[in-house]
């Protein structure tokens, strides 16, 4: 199958072409041709699969398709929980813009109001937002929604957990009855579900790849850490290995962001952080030096963990892990890009053990355990059940770069030191 199928603007296919893209994605083709069709749409896909094309080429095929109506206002709204997820959005339709002439712009938090209110006074086809900024816009009188025909929530689950649902809410209820409406989320269980029913109307649903996703691009493993310390030294280890790139460090804190970027540039690395206390304008340099290949590790909380779509990233450290499973996978996924491979390294200290636990059951397999020469562990990882003791490890063979503890696979030696494709549940 080709982006010819779909019969898109020849401008648009020009656009496709020019951006390197040859065949659809499995979402591409389950949800562009329903989406032209003017069906509402809600869509589970794992990350790093194409989902922002798929609704933003045919969002550009209607604009082409149908007769402005009169106003200022956007004709197609995108919803994004973060400030660097409708960042890539606005990226993605400058690409595909290329020989269509369209007006576009976002309005999100951090960046100062007076550009903003100057570009919502002209007439505006495609508008990419957060909801806390949007919501300013509108009760300031600034925004016309009379001209609207698609609305977009991108990474629903996430605004929800944000506390967005309200915002979101008021938002769909400000545009026209007759919009057509696409919902893309990690879930489209409980309160998605509920969200669903209230904005869109008889919605094709899909679920790309079902419940799980092979990543099998990603090599996944543990270092179990003692201590800080530790920790500290594992990372260092990692940092200094000939086949990192690039990698994205993830800590649980903004200021853990900030400390361990500043202790990672002492060591001579060139690193920036990136957390949510950062102005727009410095959070948009971090990533463009991080693109341009000035920046070689960024330290990051899970601000970046979505929306972040970088290729050369060959290596995600979890230095602190996620508090939520599925942010493991979201994480993760910044790795292993666009066909090519990547390692996940998660870093478990002593009280870490039940968030892995909880990890490996949401991912439905058992993490790798490795050790690095020369700094082993000495507690050995605690059994399923947390609440016994943990013991001691035993006695290491010596000359053994890495070796694997803590699964019994079957097998010879060399089969179990060999790290396993996982099966990850949708992103």
């Known amino acids: 199958m080709s982006f010819q199928n779909f019969e898109l603007d020849s401008k648009l296919l020009k656009a496709v072409e020019d951006s390197g893209y040859t065949t659809p994605s499995d979402i591409q083709q389950q949800a562009i041709p329903p989406i032209i069709q003017g069906q509402d749409l809600m869509a589970s896909a794992p990350t790093g699969t194409g989902k922002t094309a798929a609704f933003v080429l045919p969002a550009l095929q209607r604009l082409i398709t149908n007769k402005p109506g009169s106003g200022k206002g956007p004709r197609v709204l995108v919803l994004t929980p973060t400030?660097?997820?409708?960042?890539?959005?606005?990226?993605?339709?400058?690409?595909?813009?290329?020989?269509?002439?369209?007006?576009?712009?976002?309005?999100?938090?951090?960046?100062?109001?007076?550009?903003?209110?100057?570009?919502?006074?002209?007439?505006?086809?495609?508008?990419?937002?957060?909801?806390?900024?949007?919501?300013?816009?509108?009760?300031?009188?600034?925004?016309?929604?009379?001209?609207?025909?698609?609305?977009?929530?991108?990474?629903?689950?996430?605004?929800?957990?944000?506390?967005?649902?309200?915002?979101?809410?008021?938002?769909?209820?400000?545009?026209?009855?007759?919009?057509?409406?696409?919902?893309?989320?990690?879930?489209?269980e409980g309160e998605i579900a509920k969200i669903a029913r209230q904005i869109l109307k008889q919605p094709v649903r899909l679920q790309v790849s079902g419940?799980?996703?092979?990543?099998?691009?990603?090599?996944?493993?543990?270092?179990?850490?003692?201590?800080?310390?530790?920790?500290?030294?594992?990372?260092?280890?990692?940092?200094?290995?000939?086949?990192?790139?690039?990698?994205?460090?993830?800590?649980?804190?903004k200021r853990g962001a900030d400390e361990l970027s500043i202790r990672l540039k002492e060591e001579g690395l060139t690193c920036e952080a990136l957390h949510g206390d950062m102005k727009q304008g410095m959070r948009r340099r971090t990533v463009e030096n991080l693109k341009r290949k000035k920046t070689r590790v960024l330290v990051a909380t899970d601000v970046a963990a979505r929306g972040l779509d970088i290729k050369g990233i060959s290596h995600v450290i979890n230095f602190d892990l996620p508090m939520q499973a599925e942010d493991y996978v979201h994480r993760i996924g910044r790795t292993g890009r666009g066909g090519s491979t990547g390692v996940a390294v998660s870093l478990v200290g002593p009280q870490d053990w039940m968030l892995l636990s909880r990890i490996e059951k949401f991912i439905d397999a058992r993490l790798d355990l490795t050790e690095v020469e020369g700094l082993e562990p000495k507690l050995a990882r605690p059994k399923a059940n947390h609440g016994q003791k943990k013991s001691f490890g035993n006695k290491r063979k010596p000359n053994v770069r890495y070796k694997h503890r803590g699964t019994k696979t079957g097998g010879n030696d060399q089969s179990r030191r060999k790290h396993r494709s996982i099966d990850l549940k949708v992103a």
């Open 211 to 253: 419940v799980k996703v092979k990543h099998e691009s990603i090599t996944q493993h543990v270092h179990q850490a003692d201590d800080y310390r530790h920790k500290r030294a594992l990372l260092s280890h990692i940092l200094g290995r000939d086949e990192l790139n690039q990698a994205i460090i993830f800590t649980a804190t």
């Open 83 to 188: 400030r660097e997820l409708a960042t890539q959005v606005a990226d993605n339709i400058y690409k595909f813009t290329k020989h269509v002439r369209m007006s576009s712009g976002s309005v999100v938090g951090g960046t100062p109001y007076p550009p903003q209110m100057r570009m919502l006074k002209k007439p505006l086809d495609l508008l990419v937002a957060t909801p806390g900024r949007l919501i300013d816009h509108m009760n300031s009188g600034r925004i016309d929604f009379s001209r609207l025909e698609l609305l977009i929530l991108d990474e629903a689950d996430r605004m929800l957990d944000m506390g967005f649902v309200d915002d979101v809410k008021k938002i769909a209820a400000e545009t026209p009855d007759s919009r057509q409406t696409l919902l893309f989320s990690a879930t489209l």
